[in-house]
C-alpha cells in the first residue's frame, strides 16, 4: 500500500501547465530502449502499417470497436513499456491492452481531435525520434455549454457541472497550451483534458512553441530556436522548434471492455 502512495506522489511531481491532469516525464525511457523500440517497430512487416493522408500507422493489442476491444496480446517488447507505464504512473486501473504507433515525417501532423469514449480517459504517449509540439484547445462546445447557458436547448450538463465548470473557467484553466514532446518522454493527459480538450499536431516543420508549458525542461537540449524581434510585434510565435527528421511515437490506452477474438492470428 505505501509503495502506491509513493508511485501517486511520483507522477504528481511531473505536472506541467495550469491545468491539473496533464504530466510530463522526461527521459521515461534509456537512450539504448529508445533505439531498439525503434529498430522492432520498423521491423515489423510492411503489411502492418496502415497509411493514412498524413501520417503512417501501426495497430497494436487488437481491433477498437464501438462496443469495445476485439483483443489480442500485446507482444512482449511493448508490454515490458506498458506494464512500467501502469507502475510508475499507477493511472489505469487495470493493465494497457492497447498501443498506436504513429509516424510523422517533419511536415506532417493530426488533426485536433479527441481520443473518444471507447478508452479509458488516461492517455500515455511515449515519444521517439524528433520533437514535435502537441497543442492543447479547448473543446470548442465547451465554451458554448460553459458560457451561454440561456440558449441551450441541446445542453444536458446539469447545474451543478455547470457550476463546476464556470468556476473553472473562473480560475483561468481553459485555455489553449501546448507541450514539446522530447524524445524518450512520456506525456500523459486524463480526465478534464480528455473529456474538455482537442489535442493535435501541426503538419509544419517549424512549429511555434511560445505557448508550451515545458520549455524550461527542453532549454538545455539545443531544439529551441529564437527568431528575430519582428516575429513578436507580428504576434508570431518567436520560439520554435524545427522537425528535422522522423518522429515516431506510441499512444498507450485502456479500453475497459474487452471481447477475446474468436479467430486466431
Ligand atoms: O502522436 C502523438 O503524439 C499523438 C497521437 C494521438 O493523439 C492519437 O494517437 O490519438
Ligand atoms: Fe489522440
Same mark, same amino acid.
Given at each position: 500500500?505505501?509503495?502506491?502512495?509513493?508511485?501517486?506522489?511520483?507522477?504528481?511531481?511531473?505536472?506541467?501547465?495550469?491545468?491539473?491532469?496533464?504530466?510530463?516525464?522526461?527521459?521515461?525511457?534509456?537512450?539504448?530502449?529508445?533505439?531498439?523500440?525503434? /529498430?522492432?517497430?520498423?521491423?515489423?512487416? +510492411?503489411?502492418?502499417?496502415?497509411s493514412l493522408k498524413n501520417r503512417?500507422l501501426? /495497430?497494436? %493489442?487488437?481491433?477498437?470497436?464501438?462496443?469495445?476491444?476485439?483483443?489480442?496480446?500485446?507482444?512482449?517488447?511493448?508490454?515490458? +513499456?506498458?506494464?512500467?507505464?501502469?507502475?510508475?504512473?499507477?493511472?489505469?486501473?487495470?493493465?494497457?491492452?492497447?498501443?498506436?504507433?504513429?509516424?510523422?515525417?517533419?511536415?506532417?501532423?493530426?488533426?485536433?481531435?479527441?481520443? %473518444?469514449?471507447?478508452?479509458?480517459?488516461?492517455?500515455?504517449?511515449?515519444?521517439?525520434?524528433?520533437?514535435?509540439?502537441?497543442?492543447?484547445?479547448?473543446?470548442?462546445?465547451?465554451?458554448?455549454?460553459?458560457?451561454?447557458?440561456?440558449?441551450?436547448?441541446? !445542453?444536458?450538463?446539469?447545474?451543478?457541472?455547470?457550476?463546476?465548470?464556470?468556476?473553472?473557467?473562473?480560475?483561468?484553466?481553459?485555455?489553449?497550451?501546448?507541450?514539446?514532446?522530447?524524445?524518450?518522454?512520456?506525456?500523459?493527459?486524463?480526465?478534464?483534458?480528455?473529456?474538455?480538450?482537442?489535442?493535435?499536431?501541426?503538419?509544419?516543420?517549424?512549429?511555434?512553441? /511560445?505557448?508550451?508549458?515545458?520549455?524550461?525542461?527542453?532549454?538545455?537540449?539545443?531544439?529551441?530556436?529564437?527568431?528575430?524581434?519582428?516575429?513578436?510585434?507580428?504576434?508570431? !510565435?518567436?520560439?520554435?522548434?524545427?522537425?528535422?527528421?522522423?518522429?515516431?511515437?506510441?499512444?498507450?490506452?485502456?479500453?475497459?471492455?474487452?471481447?477475446?477474438? +474468436?479467430?486466431?492470428?
Amino acid at each position: 500500500m505505501p509503495e502506491k502512495i509513493e508511485m501517486a506522489k511520483t507522477v504528481n511531481e511531473f505536472r506541467v501547465g495550469s491545468v491539473p491532469t496533464v504530466f510530463y516525464i522526461p527521459d521515461f525511457i534509456t537512450d539504448s530502449e529508445h533505439d531498439q523500440l525503434l /529498430n522492432t517497430i520498423y521491423d515489423a512487416p +510492411i503489411s502492418k502499417w496502415k497509411s493514412l493522408k498524413n501520417r503512417r500507422l501501426q /495497430n497494436w %493489442g487488437g481491433v477498437v470497436h464501438e462496443k469495445g476491444l476485439i483483443a489480442q496480446d500485446l507482444p512482449p517488447w511493448l508490454t515490458r +513499456i506498458t506494464r512500467r507505464i501502469n507502475e510508475k504512473s499507477g493511472l489505469f486501473p487495470s493493465s494497457i491492452n492497447h498501443v498506436l504507433i504513429n509516424e510523422y515525417l517533419p511536415n506532417q501532423g493530426i488533426m485536433p481531435h479527441q481520443d %473518444g469514449p471507447a478508452y479509458y480517459p488516461v492517455v500515455a504517449i511515449l515519444s521517439l525520434g524528433s520533437p514535435v509540439v502537441i497543442d492543447f484547445t479547448p473543446h470548442p462546445n465547451l465554451s458554448i455549454r460553459v458560457g451561454t447557458r440561456e440558449n441551450s436547448v441541446d !445542453d444536458e450538463i446539469s447545474d451543478q457541472e455547470a457550476a463546476v465548470r464556470n468556476s473553472c473557467e473562473q480560475l483561468d484553466n481553459f485555455h489553449p497550451f501546448s507541450i514539446i514532446l522530447m524524445p524518450r518522454s512520456l506525456l500523459i493527459f486524463k480526465d478534464m483534458v480528455y473529456s474538455d480538450y482537442l489535442h493535435g499536431i501541426k503538419d509544419s516543420e517549424v512549429q511555434g512553441c /511560445n505557448k508550451a508549458v515545458n520549455v524550461t525542461n527542453v532549454q538545455n537540449h539545443g531544439v529551441l530556436q529564437h527568431s528575430s524581434g519582428s516575429a513578436k510585434a507580428l504576434d508570431i !510565435d518567436d520560439t520554435v522548434i524545427c522537425r528535422a527528421s522522423t518522429r515516431v511515437s506510441l499512444t498507450c490506452r485502456l479500453v475497459t471492455k474487452v471481447y477475446k477474438s +474468436i479467430f486466431k492470428f
